[in-house]
């Protein structure tokens, strides 16, 4: 993800992802809902000059492409770990601007950990992120569907999966795996979506950390195999990536 991470972290873009079909007339009603009166057109064409290009009230250009959004995170995340962070897009006339529309440019499918909230680590504002979080970043068709929608209804050009050092969902997954136990209801869930991706050629930690990384890619290629998505990365106008953020480092960094 930063320009300063070795050749070997970079990864080409994907080649397939996809999610759930919505019939046109619940996408008009959605997007009137969710969008306000701003009305965003099909899927921005790589490269292609955007209405949303600054939002209104805001003086910074915004990323209209997978690529400069990627740009644009790197830069934040920068500012972020060497504590110059500019908490963009905060001021009153972008909060007013904001009530007529939105036009963020990427999607950010986060873990719920209170150490890593996304428009923190990558030094962005109000209007710029859809965040979706869930523990592990595990899928379920809540989570499907926010990030469909961002993609299909907001014509936002780059998903990013974001693990992070010590996640304790992961933890608790891999630590189920090895004992039998079972763990409460809904927390059983997490670790079962999570189990496939277990890396068990590793013991202890590097058991557990590893495993952080498989199950980003995991996440990954499962947003990967929707339809709709995988048209959309079809056609240029959707990269889908994983990353992972350091705790101890503050950095972010592809994974895949």
């Given at each position: 993800?930063n320009?300063?991470?070795?050749?070997?972290?970079?990864?080409?873009?994907?080649?397939?992802?996809?999610?759930?079909?919505?019939?046109?007339?619940?996408?008009?009603?959605?997007r009137?809902?969710?969008?306000?009166?701003?009305?965003?057109?099909?899927?921005?064409?790589?490269?292609?000059?955007?209405?949303?290009?600054?939002?209104?009230?805001?003086?910074?250009?915004?990323?209209?492409?997978?690529?400069?959004?990627?740009?644009?995170?790197?830069?934040?995340n920068l500012?972020?770990?060497?504590?110059?962070?500019?908490?963009?897009?905060?001021?009153?006339?972008?909060?007013?601007?904001?009530?007529?529309?939105?036009?963020?440019?990427?999607?950010?499918l986060?873990?719920?950990?209170?150490?890593?909230?996304?428009?923190?680590?990558?030094?962005?504002?109000?209007?710029?992120?859809?965040?979706?979080?869930?523990?592990?970043?595990?899928?379920?068709?809540?989570?499907?569907?926010?990030?469909?929608?961002?993609?299909?209804?907001?014509?936002?050009?780059?998903v990013?999966?974001?693990?992070?050092?010590?996640?304790?969902?992961?933890?608790?997954?891999?630590?189920?795996?090895?004992?039998?136990?079972?763990?409460?209801?809904?927390?059983?869930?997490?670790?079962?979506?999570?189990?496939?991706?277990?890396?068990?050629?590793?013991?202890?930690?590097?058991?557990?950390?590893?495993t952080i990384?498989?199950n980003v890619?995991?996440?990954?290629?499962?947003?990967?195999?929707?339809?709709d998505?995988?048209?959309?990365?079809?056609?240029?106008?959707?990269?889908?990536?994983?990353?992972?953020?350091?705790?101890?480092?503050?950095?972010?960094?592809?994974?895949?």
């Amino acid at each position: 993800m930063n320009s300063d991470i070795p050749p070997h972290r970079a990864v080409g873009l994907a080649s397939t992802a996809s999610a759930g079909r919505v019939a046109p007339a619940r996408r008009s009603l959605l997007r009137a809902a969710l969008t306000g009166t701003a009305a965003l057109g099909a899927g921005l064409a790589a490269g292609a000059p955007s209405a949303a290009a600054t939002p209104t009230g805001s003086t910074r250009p915004r990323p209209t492409t997978a690529q400069e959004a990627l740009r644009e995170l790197a830069a934040g995340n920068l500012r972020w770990r060497t504590y110059r962070e500019r908490h963009p897009d905060e001021s009153p006339t972008v909060r007013l601007a904001l009530t007529s529309g939105q036009h963020p440019f990427a999607v950010v499918l986060g873990c719920i950990d209170s150490r890593v909230p996304p428009e923190l680590v990558f030094d962005q504002g109000l209007g710029d992120l859809m965040t979706v979080r869930s523990a592990g970043e595990v899928l379920d068709e809540a989570v499907l569907g926010s990030v469909a929608y961002g993609v299909l209804e907001l014509g936002i050009p780059l998903v990013m999966v974001l693990g992070h050092q010590s996640c304790g969902a992961v933890k608790a997954a891999v630590q189920a795996d090895e004992s039998g136990e079972e763990l409460p209801a809904h927390i059983q869930y997490l670790a079962d979506q999570i189990s496939p991706a277990i890396d068990h050629s590793k013991e202890g930690d590097a058991r557990i950390d590893a495993t952080i990384d498989a199950n980003v890619g995991l996440v990954r290629s499962r947003l990967a195999a929707e339809p709709d998505l995988a048209a959309k990365v079809a056609t240029g106008d959707l990269v889908i990536v994983g990353a992972r953020y350091e705790l101890t480092s503050q950095l972010v960094h592809r994974t895949s």
